[in-house]
């Protein structure tokens, strides 16, 4: 049975989308499209840290609260957590306390980020089993770029999608535009992620679960949520995908001789 969407899909929107006059192209096996925070970068942690004292200083929120707020909306742009979570909210007052975020979030949170360990192995071994392979994050496409050279990842990466062109779904619709005919996985840690692949027709959603102070995000979880794989590492990523896309295995009715008759 496929999960309802929540109201976290719906109220992701940010202005801006991805450009159109990048033309369709045939690749050899597919497509894999990751996720960068939680899921590249093992930074969760730290942006939660940012997080949660931001909202403490702008709402009065607690700061275990505030963490766990942040977490349960995760996935979505900043700007949409906050609408959810502090609806009352001046929209000046949420519109500085999340560029208050995203400045922390760089000088605090990615400026000690670094890939999850199995990470550099992975992509390597994706790209010569010709997966072609690309990210969607909520961060800004700038930001994004810098991090992958700054980690050495850029270079496997056909394309960043960041906030500027769109949300999650906006950046699989125009990845399933320009990449035709072809398997597309997104490669996720949130609800929100899993949720964008049900409205893109020939994506499957893959997650990383998530255990940090104050919050556990289990397979099963996400898997309920939409996730064909969940597990804590992506290192068995590649026989995943290999599984995933396998053609079905026609069976033959075994023909009993016995059972002919002579004529």
Do not use: C, N
């Not at 202005?15 to 996720?35: K, S």
């Not at 502090?86 to 560029?99: C, F, G, K, V």
Request: charged share 25%; proline share 7%.
């Amino acid at each position: 049975m496929v999960p309802s969407t929540s109201q976290f899909a719906e109220m992701a929107h940010v202005a801006g989308l991805p450009r159109t006059d990048v033309p369709p192209r045939d690749v050899e096996r597919g497509v894999v499209v990751f996720d960068l925070d939680g899921t590249l970068l093992d930074d969760l942690e730290l942006i939660g840290d940012v997080a949660a004292s931001v909202l403490h200083e702008a709402f009065g929120t607690p700061e275990e609260e505030g963490r766990v707020h942040y977490f349960a909306t995760t996935g979505m742009p900043f700007e949409a957590q906050l609408a959810q979570l502090y609806p009352t909210a001046p929209a000046p007052l949420r519109a500085a306390t999340a560029r208050t975020f995203h400045q922390r979030k760089v000088t605090e949170a990615y400026a000690r980020a670094h890939p999850f360990p199995e990470i550099p192995k992975l992509l390597k071994r994706l790209g010569q089993e010709r997966w072609t392979l690309a990210v969607s994050t909520g961060a800004e496409t700038e930001m994004a770029e810098i991090l992958l050279e700054r980690e050495g990842l850029r270079y496997w990466f056909d394309e960043v999608l960041g906030s500027a062109q769109g949300t999650k779904r906006e950046h699989l619709h125009e990845y399933r535009r320009r990449y035709p005919g072809v398997p597309i996985f997104l490669v996720g840690d949130s609800r929100f992620d899993m949720e964008a692949t049900l409205a893109v027709e020939g994506v499957r959603a893959i997650a990383r679960a998530s255990r940090v102070r104050g919050w556990t995000l289990t397979p099963s979880d996400l898997e309920q949520w939409g996730a064909a794989w969940a597990d804590y590492g992506l290192g068995e990523l590649p026989a995943v995908l290999a599984r995933l896309t396998r053609p079905p295995t026609s069976r033959r009715r075994p023909t009993s001789t016995g059972s002919r008759r002579k004529r």
